[in-house]
């Protein structure tokens, strides 16, 4: 297990720290230690994100916080090249150095991951694209130089569904398919570019997430999310919180051997088991293994052995 504040002094941008997976990372790093540049576009100023939901920047900055780290709030839309670079601008002048990067920008509130690429919303589709891909070939353009201008920048694409999952299994729609499987391969195209630097790229996926959108979608609440019925009761044994792949950024981050990681496909249940870390409640969810071995075959919901 990682030292509880092993990331004091260390600089993160989490792009797309709003909600979900993005907020729980941010969290973490804050617990951690670190000062955390949290962006997106829904704030309390105005302005919201395709989500078109009430959770805030500002939220997560305060969760930063209250965690114990430094969180900063910054309003930013990652297709924007010149937002972009203004972020980068100011963590340099502020700190002069950034060392871990999360791309937690997703766009799934225009995935339409039923539909057939024939009978698509094309213009939706391309939205959804861009946001889920070239916000992060944005960000990470104008990021690399700060992160590479000290040894040890971390780089990590949260996606969904781990490499050797994925190459065997359609996810969703064509282009939620193309979206997930493309972050995986971006992760360990740049892993080439940053290894010269000292620098490292992952690509990291949480397992069945609590976000608070999957809570709601569910009807129940982290309180309650024992008590769903849905998903033939998979969701209801293996689900984890967002909180889970955070302490796994954290647990990367902290490595000073982080290098040997460089290009590779991770998820947190796996990487739980090689630093120690767990879930909130003391546990540690290995969804992935899970959906291979319960959830695919079509056993009953059963977790033991799993978490």
Known sequence: MTDTRALEGRVALVAGATRGAGRGVAVELGAAGATVFCTGRSTRAGGRSEYDRPETLEETVELVNRAGGTGVCVRADHLESAQVAEVIRRIDAEHGRLDVLVHALGGEALADIETPLHELDLEQARRFLRIAL??????????????????????????????????????????????????????????????????????????????????????????????????????????????????????????????????????????????????????????????????????????????
Do not use: C
């Open 134 to 307: 070239e916000a992060h070939l944005v960000t990470a353009h104008h990021a690399i130089p700060l992160l590479i201008k000290n040894r040890g920048g971390l780089l990590v694409e949260l996606t969904d569904g781990t490499a050797e999952y994925n190459a065997t299994k359609k996810r969703g729609s064509v282009p939620f398919d193309l979206a997930k499987t493309a972050l995986t391969r971006a992760a360990w195209a740049v892993a080439q570019e940053l290894a010269p630097h000292g620098a490292t790229a992952v690509a990291l996926t949480p397992g069945w997430l609590r976000s608070e959108m999957m809570l709601e979608h569910f009807g129940v609440t982290e309180e309650t999310w024992r008590e769903a019925t849905v998903a033939d009761g998979h969701f209801a044994a293996i689900a984890e919180t967002p909180h889970f792949v955070g302490r796994a950024v954290v647990a990367l981050a902290a490595d000073p051997g982080v290098a040997r990681h460089n290009g590779a496909s991770l998820s947190a249940g796996a990487l739980a088991r090689t630093y120690g870390f767990t879930d909130v409640d003391g546990s540690r969810p290995d969804a992935w293994r899970y959906l291979v071995e319960v959830q695919d075959p079509g056993k009953p919901a059963d977790a033991t052995n799993f978490r």
